[in-house]
Every structure is written in C-alpha cells, then in structure tokens.
T-cell receptor, first 114, second 115 residues
Framework: DSGVTQTPKHLITATGQRVTLRCSPR?????VYWYQQSLDQGLQFLIH???????AKGNILERFSAQQFPDLHSELNLSSLELGDSALYFC?????????????FGPGTRLTVT | SQKIEQNSEALNIQEGKTATLTCNYT??????LQWYRQDPGRGPVFLLL?????KEKRKERLKVTFDTTLKQSLFHITASQPADSATYLC??????????????FGRGTSLIVHP
C-alpha cells in the first residue's frame, strides 16, 4: 500500500459526459501528479501540482483540467469524453516539488467510455 | 524531444538467473534516472534512483548502473524469482521550455521468470 488513495476504482460512462477523479496524496507529500495509461501509449504525464500550484503540464487535453485543494487532495476533471479517453488514470505523490523523483502511485481509476 | 527506449520484447529467464534490462535515452543529460516496477492493472512502484555521478547503486537483489556517456542504464535482478515477474519502467525528467520538469517514462520491459 503506497498510502495514495484514488476514487473511484472503476468508472463507466458515455461519450460526451463529464467525470471527476479524486486523489489523496501520502501524508506529508505536497506534490501530486496525474498520468494516463493506455495499452498503446504507455504512461503519459498529464499535470503536476505542488502545494496547490500548477508546476508542470504534459500532454493534457483542453477538455481535461485539474486542481489541488488546500488539504492537498487533487481532482482531475475530464469532460466531453470520447472513446479514446478510456484508460487507467493514476495519480502519484511525492515530497519533492522541483524534482520528480520517488513518486508513490495510487491504485488508479479505470475509466471506460462507451 | 526526449526519447526513452526500453526493449519491447518480454524477457524470459529461469528462476535463479540474473535478469538484465536496458534503458537507453536520447537528447538529454539527466541528473538522475529512476526505475519502477509495475504489475498488471496496478500503479508503478518506485524501486531505485541513481544519480549522474553514481556509476552503480544496489538494493538487496537489485543493481542499477548508469553510463552517461552511452546514455544508458542497466537494471539487474540477481537470483530472480517468479515473484519478480512484472513490467519494469525507467523514468527521466527532462526540463520543459518553461523550466519545470516533465516526468517521462519508458514503455517498460516485461520480465517473466519461469520456475
């Protein structure tokens, strides 16, 4: 158990809908990262927050947005969902802000768009 | 852009042998490189980090080497066990144009240890 929690574990929704994925980091970690993993793309970095502020953006679509709240939990919002958004979404946390080392990953949310 | 290459073919070895996985990278000189383990349907688990000034790092049955001239890291598991069967990912964090760091993972190599 990494200490990172993600909810929900599974999510099935229809195209065009909007969903919110939630992540709680390990106690003491200020950084939260979001990743998308599909079979043909590997683990793709989406966005990094540190202590409530956005630190880095990867190939995150404009339909996706995220935020980190004062209690350090984070939410990833996915809207206007398409079939291609079906994937495993992981969040990870770290104590570091400028280095991306030693990330602790949550169990993931499996999103299925039908 | 940064490219990380890991062997896409699965590595099959017999229990008790040493498994060696390779990570090659281009267009970047990282300050450190990381290795993670991922089991099917689960999140990656951090294993080891090696810095550019370290040639080798060990942790129990794991050993990582880092050759910044060849732009290559080797990951070894000695006395391998069936429980070591998983996908192993290497990761770097090249800087973005904005000065932040972008965590970048290789596609991983699947290791299968046969009893």
């Amino acid at each position: 158990d990494s200490g990172v929690t993600q909810t929900p574990k599974h999510l099935i929704t229809a195209t065009g809908q909007r969903v919110t994925l939630r992540c709680s980091p390990r106690s003491g970690d200020l950084s939260v990262y979001w990743y998308q993993q599909s079979l043909d793309q590997g683990l793709q970095f989406l966005i990094h927050y540190y202590n409530g502020e956005e630190r880095a953006k990867g190939n995150i679509l404009e339909r996706f947005s995220a935020q980190q709240f004062p209690d350090l939990h984070s939410e990833l919002n996915l809207s206007s969902l398409e079939l291609g958004d079906s994937a495993l979404y992981f969040c990870a946390s770290s104590v570091y802000g400028t280095s991306t080392s030693e990330q602790y990953f949550g169990p993931g949310t499996r999103l299925t768009v039908t | 852009s940064q490219k990380i290459e890991q062997n896409s073919e699965a590595l099959n070895i017999q229990e008790g042998k040493t498994a060696t996985l390779t990570c090659n990278y281009t267009n970047y000189s990282p300050a450190y490189l990381q290795w993670y383990r991922q089991d099917p349907g689960r999140g990656p688990v951090f294993l080891l980090l090696i810095r550019e000034n370290e040639k080798e790092k060990r942790k129990e049955r794991l050993k990582v080497t880092f050759d910044t001239t060849l732009k290559q890291s080797l990951f070894h598991i000695t006395a391998s066990q069936p429980a070591d069967s998983a996908t192993y990912l290497c990761a770097l964090d090249p800087p973005s144009s904005g000065g932040s760091y972008i965590p970048t993972f290789g596609r991983g190599t699947s290791l299968i240890v046969h009893p």
